[in-house]
């Protein structure tokens, strides 16, 4: 089970930071990352970091402005938005499967989602 926390509204410019708890397993050997669905839109890939933290990814949408971060010990992974936009604005998702993800297709297991909204 993997369980967002951290969404809310925020202005543009502002800063926020979701975390995704995981129990039920342990998920230290595993992908894990962050994908958004705005209103209307497909659901798509923001981030992914590896099991040891040493390889992550991001959509060219948020590169230099979020930053994704794991704590194997908490079974936690993070990401970390800054410099928000309205743009931004979306429904949230952790994912995390065993191998290299970048598409929905690809990923085994999701959170419920969390809500961000950056006003403008």
């Known amino acids: 089970q993997l369980v967002e926390s951290g969404g809310g509204l925020v202005q543009a410019g502002g800063s926020l930071r979701l975390s995704c708890a995981a129990s039920?397993?342990?998920?230290?050997?595993?992908?894990m990352g962050w994908f958004r669905q705005a209103p209307g839109k497909e659901r798509e890939f923001v981030a992914r970091?590896?099991?040891?933290?040493?390889?992550?990814r991001y959509a060219d949408s948020v590169k230099g402005r979020f930053t994704i971060s794991r704590d194997n010990a908490r079974n936690t992974v993070y990401l970390q938005m800054n410099s928000l936009k309205p743009e931004d604005t979306a429904v949230y998702y952790c994912?995390?499967?065993?191998?290299?993800?970048?598409?929905?297709?690809?990923?085994?297991?999701w959170g419920q989602g969390t809500q961000v909204t950056v006003s403008s």
């Open positions: 994912a995390a499967d065993r191998n290299l993800f970048i598409t929905t297709h690809e990923v085994d297991y």
């Open positions: 039920g397993r342990t998920f230290s050997s595993y992908f």
């Open positions: 970091i590896n099991w040891s933290g040493s390889s992550t």
